[in-house]
């Protein structure tokens, strides 16, 4: 079946640590690529995505992704965490001729420590 | 600017009982329109997904249904409610465009009991 897998469920880092979530997915045509981000008590927002071109994209707050295509991967990174990127994370999926319905992977939970 | 109003926020309900939870959206017209159950460890979950008034896209099957009797509204149902039901429900909606980003309500918990 069809899928988005991201394999770190919980993630804990110290503030200024490196961070890169893992997203993987499993459709075999082309897709378009997102991440979402719950921060605790609001809406889930969109981070970032790709349709095409350069498979490095940037987002908001300094989060970039790069995508993969020969490891159908779309992994999340930023440089230097911060106690505000506290939150759930969530890479989605649109696949081709998928009209705009996206598939969720099932969240990382990442925590930054002071 | 565009709002989505979704609810009752929390909702406790019996075993057997009926199901309905309303979504609208405000300052946009044909919206593509959502409901995803968001659960713990599992991500979020499409379970119904419209394009227009009376078209709805069934995702999953289960115990719910959802209805787009006008542009703006979107209620998802159940008649029998089971205690499976039991969850955080998101609406969401989107411009009718391929890649535009979802933009969810505040979501309702739903006990079944």
């Known amino acids: 079946a069809q899928s988005v897998s991201q394999h770190n469920h919980h993630v804990i880092l110290s503030e200024a640590a490196s961070l890169e979530l893992g997203c993987n997915y499993s459709?075999?045509?082309?897709?378009?690529l997102f991440w979402y981000v719950q921060y605790p008590g609001q809406h889930l927002q969109l981070l970032l995505k790709?349709?095409?071109?350069?498979?490095l994209v940037k987002g908001i707050k300094g989060f970039e992704a790069e995508f993969i295509k020969s490891k159908f991967s779309f992994n999340l990174r930023k440089p230097s965490v911060q106690w505000s990127d506290t939150a759930e994370y969530f890479c989605?999926?649109?696949?081709?001729?998928?009209?705009?319905?996206?598939?969720f992977g099932t969240g990382t939970q990442l925590k930054v420590e002071l | 600017s565009q709002t989505i109003h979704q609810w009752p926020a929390t909702l406790v309900q019996p075993v057997g009982s009926p199901l309905s939870l309303e979504c609208t959206v405000e300052g946009t017209s044909n919206p593509n329109l959502y409901w995803y159950r968001q659960a713990a460890g599992r991500g979020l979950q499409l379970l119904f997904y419209?394009?227009?008034?009376?078209?709805i896209s069934s995702e999953v099957p289960q115990n719910l249904s959802a209805s787009r009797p006008q542009d703006r509204q979107f209620i998802l149902s159940s008649k029998k409610l089971l205690l499976s039901d039991s969850g955080f429900y998101l609406c969401?909606?989107?411009?009718?465009?391929?890649?535009?980003?979802?933009?969810f309500g505040n979501g309702t918990r739903l006990t079944v009991t």
């Open positions: 969401a909606w989107s411009v009718p465009q391929l890649g535009s980003p979802l933009h």
């Open positions: 459709y075999g045509g082309t897709v378009n």
């Open positions: 419209s394009v227009g008034i009376g078209q």
């Open positions: 790709y349709f095409s071109g350069d498979p």
């Open positions: 989605a999926v649109i696949p081709t001729g998928g009209g705009n319905k996206l598939t």
